[in-house]
């Protein structure tokens, strides 16, 4: 069993305690990036929330992008209990490290969005009331998180210098083609739980969501076991 | 002749059944994202048409890269049988793989339409009303799919690691300066006859949709092996 | 003298007709897209010109950075006689070459408007009467023309690989810095004098764009030349 | 003490007159882009700031990479004062070179403002009369440079070729994650002060931006001393 969960291989040993920090600082500003671009959407767009998903899909992509690059040779650039699970059963990462990896991933999540509300001179504590409920919705995350797993698996394995890009890209994608915009992460679900804003999801809402991301994510770990088979001696 | 129709050349050697199997999951994820980021952006965009296909072009561009990227190392990511047809012409594929790319695309196609039908809660079985007709679309098609097959063609050749980007790119482009939105791909044409959404095709335009893609694959086919001859020894 | 003007070092020799012809296809599949783009964007665009020529943007930067891709290698992909000029200038490109690309380019790019509009079931025959006229109209294609020769030598000379995409992001730039949306290109501005459409220019305009365009791109060549030793022996 | 202040590796010894040739012209051609996409935006938008956004984001983003790109072998395209700061901070660049570096971006930063009022027929003289003051706004540019400082820092450190992409996509981001639309750039503040137009900023405002800039700036430099050591022997 291994503990190099990257998604690319790192330069050097990094410390457990700064790979923590950088999985906690990504998500952090993953998240000031997702609600923060959600609310300055909303503000300028003038009700039409075509606009308003067009700016937080262009942040977001641009954003998760930079963030895989500058954290993936530190900490894996995981940003998500979902991915750090996958690694999990694969034996890429020990428990215990995945363990926290989720920990520091919950705790920067909402961190992050407390700090897109300060920014946006917005009440820090928010709770949202912006139901997003159904068998359509949870399938949509399911499928997000399906092919954000396919995409991971894919790059790391068959092109790892193109993965930051790759899930950046797929992520702008996802916003538009499922019903739910992605969430595709169960830190980011959580986190959003607490923005009344552009971005937020109702806690009553977040176990389906979180449930589909699971499903989508463990089914495309099966898919990819397969089909790029990790034994080549 | 040679069995590898591959847009990028292949880590090893992939078995049939994973071959088809990239061919036909990663066609159907395509058409996913195309008609469900269709149905998302006329969701939102409170009757701006533009709005709309701005969306659906930010989706499409994105994910097919990322599609190219993550499948094509396995079977080639053709997803398209106008593309297996010239790699079939150029003696690249055989013709009975060929054949059975083809039929996977197919069948992959109709089930990423199916896929984004249910995230959107829409009935599954649709057939679309949206008539696309007479020689300006035929035409369209036809510069669509030569375009397609040049990029395609010409990356291959001479820079294979940027071809994923330059397909995306390629077709970002093209669903603006075709009057058709570029669909340039048979498969693509049939599955979207299957969706009476904002990406519908009519079953009655289907075939000069599909002519006029076969024409412009045949050009460029036939222009690139005068501009880029293969005898290299 | 060198009759190598290429923006990529070519894979090999190519002969003079495949030069021609690359460069001839790569300025009529660049009109089409700048003049088909802004058809689609108007039509679409209900009246919202920014919208309009955000639609224009995606797709002109997104195509250009693909013909540069495809063609560079075959003709050095210039597209642009004021780039050709430069070249020759430089003496990387024998000035009956320099001519013949000239040629070729304006030829090209007069049969890439055509092709937009039989696309768009335009008449084939127009004439643009959308005035651009005045200084600051004039200053702006100096601006513009000087930023693109900037860009090309630099990347040349520092990063080769880049060049394609870093066209195409410097005129994605362009459209929206500049006040004439940068035509930056007297084969251009000439072929889109032909389209009475969203990216036409009024012949009595045309020479101001083209006087502004030489202006800055030699004013470029200089200050790089300056910038850029090419001595290194 | 070294006096390499490059984000990319120099291809060989520049002399300092070309350096700050390179970081002046650079910084003008920022702000050119910055401050001309703005008003074009403003200008085209009908009223709805988030398409003016949109399109002053793309212009921007596009434009800063292809700039990074051309002048970072030259002068490390720093076009900043911030940067050039924590560069001295880190004795990567020399006391008084950084001195010179600040004062031509101060000065390129207000010729490239001028240059855009040229091309839009306005006012060569402009004072901005935008106020965005307050915790929030300040608060804002903090995150916004200590962004930008993580950015440049980890890729010089771990993916130096992607560089000029990554911060392109990070200011992308950035415009929209934070509510002052991310500055990050004293140079670049100053010379918005005198633009009275959509990216302006009234003078009143600007003390307030640049402390939370060198807030954020050392933030993150003394974060990515730890996080990154550079003993590596």
Redesign the interface.
Known sequence: MSDEASLEPP??PVSLS?RL??EA?GTA?LL??????GI??ER????????????????????L??LI??????SGAHFNPAVTLVFALRREIGAGLAAAYALVQAVGGIAGVW??H????EPVWQVSAKLRA?P?QM??EA?ATF?LI??IL??VR??PA?T?M?V???I?????????TSFANPAVTLARCLSNTFAGIAPASAPGFVAGQLAGALAAAA?MA???PTR?A
């Not at 690059?69 to 530190?74: I, R």
């Open positions: 330069l050097e700064r920090a950088a600082l500003m000031a990036v997702v609600v923060g671009s300055m959407g300028l767009a003038g009700g039409n929330d075509a606009i308003a998903l067009i700016a937080n899909t262009l942040a977001t992509g641009a954003g992008t930079v690059v500058v954290f993936g040779p530190l700090a897109a300060a920014m946006f001179a159904g359509s399938f949509s499928v092919g396919v995409t894919g790059c068959l092109r193109f930051p790759a950046g890209l797929y702008t994608a996802a916003y538009w083609f499922t019903a739910s898919l397969w089909l790029l080549r």
